[in-house]
């Protein structure tokens, strides 16, 4: 058999073949395609975001980048319906719109942030709380 560039070509190209078949979509997983202008900016940020972490996959950055946007926006949504009525050093209480306007009281001890009306830690109450540069400064004293 001539060994000849071209079967030679003809190779690698069905080793690359093979390779994009082991990376398809295993059952719970979904492939998508970016394209133009969207992966350019994403492979910039990509490549900003992995000199602070060098194990970063270009997969896992877009798909948690996609996540903390859409959870980002969510916050910004709600965030708009809550408004600040007044502050203590260790009370907060704030005005929700969803909630009938009722008042919703936020209590900082000892450094952590609890939503009284709620019984939670974790609700937009408490994020709303943590935006506000006063409790940051009292949290950081
Ligand atoms: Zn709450």
Redesign the pocket.
Known sequence: MVNNGYKHFLNVKFINLKNTNTILPQPGQKTITVSGKILKRLEELYNVEKIKKPNLSFALFVSESALIEIERRRILKEAQLISLISLTEDTIILK?VRKKNRL?E?QIRNKNLK?I??E?FD????GFALALPEVRKALNS
Do not use: R
């Not at 609700?123 to 408490?126: A, D, F, L, T």
């Open positions: 929700d919703v936020v939503c009306t709620e939670k609700c937009i109450h408490v």
